[in-house]
């Protein structure tokens, strides 16, 4: 079956520091792959997402990049964190058909950004 | 850029009350719909979804929704509220690429 990893599950950060968030998938192949930032009151917002390994679609401009260096990872970067940076990033998987294709979203656990 | 709209940011029912989370999308194409639950430190995941066919659609924990068209609306209902059933749901829209539109959230508080 498959199983999707986001570490670490919590993360608290001065501002101006780095920040690298990492997901993993198991037990599919050539997955697409979502990033969002859940604020409450405010929903999910999808951050980037990814269809294959080096391509990055990004859904809104900021202070934050994503990249997939395997077909089963993908990393959230920044270079300087923001306080704006602070909250709750999803990772998500879908099968390689996408949601088109008839397949839903699974979600990871998450991990709290609080930047100080 | 299709947008999701839910109408109650927090609903407080008690146990057995009938539950109805409104949602509406504004996209005049082709949706795929769908209703995810998040409940106190747990992953987001599935509750139902629509892609063709009958509108109205089953989920699990009996939970179900009814996609109408001509409104534009694919409303969650229960019959009767469980304490369990205190979550966070979201309803999302998907029009043909591989992405989903969130809806903001309705917190739904039941209190036994």
């Known amino acids: 079956s498959q199983t999707i990893h986001q570490w670490p599950a919590t993360l608290v950060q001065p501002v101006g520091s780095p920040l690298s968030l990492e997901c993993t998938v198991e037990?599919?192949?050539?997955?697409?792959l979502y990033w969002y930032r859940q604020a409450a009151g405010r929903g999910l917002q999808l951050l980037f997402y990814?269809?294959?390994?080096?391509?990055i679609s990004s859904e809104v401009p900021q202070n934050l990049s994503a990249s997939r260096p395997q077909d089963r990872q993908f990393i959230l970067s920044s270079k300087k964190l923001l306080l704006s940076d602070s909250g709750f990033y999803l990772c998500a998987w879908s099968g390689s058909l996408g949601l088109a294709g008839g397949y839903e979203q699974f979600f990871g656990p998450g991990t709290r950004l609080t930047v100080l | 850029a299709q947008s999701v709209s839910q109408h109650n940011h927090h609903v407080i029912l008690s146990e057995a009350a009938s539950l109805e989370l409104g949602c509406n999308y504004s996209y005049g194409g082709t949706v795929n719909l769908f209703w995810y639950v998040q409940y106190p430190g747990q992953h987001l995941q599935l509750l139902l979804k629509?892609?063709?066919?009958?509108?109205l659609v089953k989920g699990i924990k009996g939970f179900e929704a009814e996609f109408i068209k001509s409104k534009f609306s694919f409303n969650l209902r229960k019959p009767s509220v469980q304490w369990s059933d205190t979550a966070e749901y979201f309803c999302a829209v998907n029009t043909g690429y591989s992405t989903l539109t969130f809806g903001k959230g309705t917190m739904l508080l039941v209190s036994p």
């Open positions: 037990g599919t192949s050539n997955p697409n």
């Open positions: 629509y892609f063709s066919g009958d509108p």
């Open positions: 990814s269809v294959g390994i080096g391509q």
